[in-house]
């Protein structure tokens, strides 16, 4: 039995197809929040180029086209269930992290307008997976969401695959490094929300300095 939060070892037991599976469960389908993206993409790159754990070589080109599918399909599906679902899609959760991604997703929004904020969400985990059916509830127009997630989930997508494909092809061995590297995408993956927060509390601790002057 698989791992569902090892990238190497749902890469060991479903290859490519596990791949897509992924990312389609991760960007398209609430539940899917918990599951691996980045490190998925990057570990799948890195076999792509050395074939490690376990005697395990996929496709570059195979994975390219099956993390690009599962990415835009699951984002299209998201903004589809938000639209036709509403808020209810959400307000049923009782996962504290969907809840914070929730209000994370809506801080985008607001802050960087509708394209900026799909495209970013491609990189910051859990909101890549609530801001699709977010966008949907929201009115975001199916053409406006279609464009920008496009964007987002292929720059995204290529240039993790393609990332781990590069640190493969040019260092020898890194595969008997892979789970120290996997973990540095993790730590890596993390750094947006982690800056943002940091942002956030300096932007409110700003905003309370002149009502203590005003106070005083």
């Given at each position: 039995?698989p791992?569902?939060?090892d990238?190497a070892?749902?890469?060991?037991?479903?290859?490519?197809?596990?791949?897509?599976?992924?990312l389609?469960?991760?960007?398209?389908?609430?539940?899917?929040f918990f599951?691996?993206?980045?490190?998925?993409?990057?570990t799948?790159?890195l076999?792509?180029?050395?074939?490690?754990?376990?005697?395990?070589h996929l496709?570059?080109?195979?994975?390219l086209?099956?993390?690009?599918?599962?990415?835009?399909?699951?984002?299209?599906?998201?903004?589809?269930?938000?639209?036709?679902?509403?808020r209810a899609?959400?307000?049923?959760?009782?996962?504290?992290?969907?809840?914070?991604?929730?209000?994370?997703?809506?801080?985008?929004l607001?802050?960087?307008?509708?394209?900026?904020?799909?495209?970013?969400?491609?990189?910051?985990?859990?909101?890549?997976?609530?801001?699709?059916?977010?966008?949907?509830?929201?009115?975001?127009?199916?053409?406006?969401?279609?464009?920008?997630?496009?964007?987002?989930?292929?720059?995204?997508?290529?240039?993790?695959?393609?990332g781990?494909?590069?640190?493969?092809?040019?260092?020898p061995?890194?595969?008997?490094y892979?789970?120290?590297?996997?973990a540095?995408?993790?730590?890596?993956?993390?750094?947006?929300?982690?800056?943002?927060?940091?942002?956030?509390?300096?932007?409110a601790?700003?905003?309370?300095?002149?009502?203590?002057?005003?106070?005083a």
């Open positions: 039995m791992n569902l939060l990238a070892s749902l890469l060991t037991a479903f290859g490519t197809v596990g791949v897509f599976l992924v389609f469960a991760e960007t398209g389908l609430l539940f899917g599951l691996p993206g980045d490190s998925l993409l990057f799948a790159g076999l792509c180029a050395t074939g490690a754990s376990g005697g395990v496709s570059l080109p195979g994975v086209l099956a993390a690009a599918a599962g990415a835009l399909l699951g984002a299209q599906t998201g903004h589809l269930i938000g639209r036709r679902a509403g899609v959400l307000a049923r959760t009782r996962s504290r992290h969907l809840g914070a991604g929730v209000r994370r997703a809506e801080e985008l607001a802050r960087y307008g509708q394209g900026k904020a799909i495209v970013l969400a491609r990189f910051i985990p859990v909101v890549r997976t609530v801001l699709n059916p977010l966008a949907g509830m929201v009115g975001v127009p199916a053409r406006a969401f279609a464009l920008w997630q496009i964007v987002g989930g292929l720059v995204w997508t290529v240039g993790l695959v393609l781990g494909y590069g640190l493969g092809t040019s260092i061995n890194v595969d008997h892979l789970l120290p590297v996997v540095v995408i993790v730590a890596l993956s993390l750094l947006p929300p982690v800056l943002e927060v940091l942002r956030s509390r300096c932007r601790n700003a905003g309370s300095e002149p009502s203590r002057e005003f106070a």
